[in-house]
């Protein structure tokens, strides 16, 4: 099992996907690549503070990750049981968890390299295979993405193997089995509240208890 820092950093890099309407055209390995060197530049970027390069890494992400189909796979079967509203307040929260979570670790980054795979496509789904080069052993971290107009969105991503929408499914359909829907929309509140007033930096982001 990969340590903590290790398991959140990767997710750092496997959230920071994006670019403005110059990638528009690009196919999903050249968004990887231009878009993950471009936050690496950011990252290392010793002018920047802290604030400003969170800001800057958090408004790329919003352009470019389908948060709502990431939410709706990550509810799985109860998104059909589930309300109207209580699928708009699931996405919300959902998408401001990882957000807070992810960018929150970006303080972590360690000169990590990122080397680029494979490429496959398949109609208007994609993955694109890169490897996280640390010191001493690379990891495999791949990116799922689909095809909406000329963008490639990511919505998934798959470290050493394991998928991170399914860490995220697996351990809601215990919570709603439990508590229901409503219980973990509760839970997933208390976590974005104590992200944003720092508590809660340092947990497992699968955590929701």
Not at 40 to 54: A, F, G, I, K, T
Not at 147 to 163: M, P, T
Request: glycine letters at 6%.
């Amino acid at each position: 099992m990969l340590p903590r820092r290790t398991t959140f950093l990767l997710t750092a890099f496997v959230l920071i996907f994006c670019q403005g309407p110059t990638l528009a055209a690009a196919g999903p390995a050249e968004q990887v690549r231009e878009t993950v060197d471009d936050v690496l530049v950011v990252l290392r970027d010793p002018n920047l503070e802290r604030s400003d390069r969170h800001s800057r890494v958090r408004a790329t992400i919003g352009n470019r990750f389908d948060f709502p189909l990431m939410a709706r796979s990550a509810l799985s079967v109860n998104w059909k049981k589930a309300t109207q509203e209580q699928k708009r307040r699931f996405v919300d929260l959902f998408t401001e968890l990882l957000l807070l979570t992810y960018i929150g670790r970006l303080d972590e980054y360690r000169d990590e390299a990122v080397r680029y795979g494979d490429e496959k496509i398949r109609d208007k789904r994609a993955t694109v295979s890169t490897f996280v080069v640390s010191r001493d052993k690379e990891i495999p971290v791949d990116y799922r993405l689909r095809r909406k107009a000329d963008d490639w969105l990511v919505y998934d991503v798959v470290i050493e193997h394991v998928s991170q929408v399914s860490n995220y499914r697996n351990s809601y359909l215990g919570i709603v089995e439990d508590v229901g829907i409503d219980g973990l929309l509760s839970r997933l509140e208390a976590k974005v509240d104590g992200l944003q007033s720092g508590k809660a930096v340092g947990e497992n982001p699968n955590s929701e208890n």
